[in-house]
Structures are given as C-alpha cells and as structure tokens.
C-alpha cells in the first residue's frame, strides 16, 4: 500500500505564500522506487488539474500558471515533495492533491487534498 499525507494549506491572503508538504508511506511504497511525485489542484465545479511534478532524478514540470510562481523539491531520499507557492492569487484557491507514480508501475496514487484558500 502507499500513503500519501499532506499538509501546510490553509488561508492566506492574495500577494501571500504557503508551502505544501507531502510524505509518503507504506509497505509497497518501500520496495519500491519513486517514479514522480507531484501536486494537481481542483478547484469547485473544474476539473483537476496538473500543478507540478518531479521525478525522481529531480526533472520537473509546472503549469503554465505555476511558472515563476510556485516551486516544487523533493527530499533527498524521495520520500517527501514540497511546493513552495508565493505570490498567490484568488484563482489558486483549491483543493490540492499529492500524487505519486512508482517508477516502472502504471498505478497512480493520490492523498486525501489539502485545502489552499487565497482571499482577495
């Protein structure tokens, strides 16, 4: 099994930062490799969408809207991803997911959402 637990949303207001944190868990998670780590957002009535991810060897890939704005790290022992969010908007607000791939597997893994909030 794989577990996928989040944390550091919240409220903030616009112009203001937030760091979202995720770590993951679990006996298959441990015989296994990371493939890519990342974090898709869903915001009421939209559909999820990508955000950022990062692979295992440290590539990463962001959405157009995240660009300059957001930045996505992994720990050295690919067990944990950030995303360092700073001058965020209203549009952010969502519910964001960690998501996690295994390197070599097809099964996607996601985390219950934590709640991002950016009053204007």
């Known amino acids: 099994q794989v577990q996928l637990a989040e944390s550091g949303g919240g409220l903030v207001q616009a112009g203001g930062s937030l760091r979202l944190s995720c770590v993951a868990s679990?006996?298959?998670?441990?015989?296994?490799?990371?493939?890519?780590m990342g974090w898709y957002r869903q915001a009421p009535g939209l559909q999820r969408e990508l955000v950022a991810t990062i692979t295992r060897l440290g590539d990463t890939n962001y959405a157009d809207f995240a660009k300059g704005r957001f930045t996505i790290s992994k720990d050295v022992n690919s067990k944990m991803v950030h995303l360092q969010m700073n001058s965020l908007e209203a549009e952010d607000t969502a519910v964001y997911y960690c998501y996690l791939r295994l390197w070599k597997q097809d099964n996607d893994y996601w985390g219950q959402g934590t709640q991002v909030t950016v009053s204007s």
């Open positions: 679990g006996r298959t998670f441990s015989r296994n490799i990371m493939g890519v």
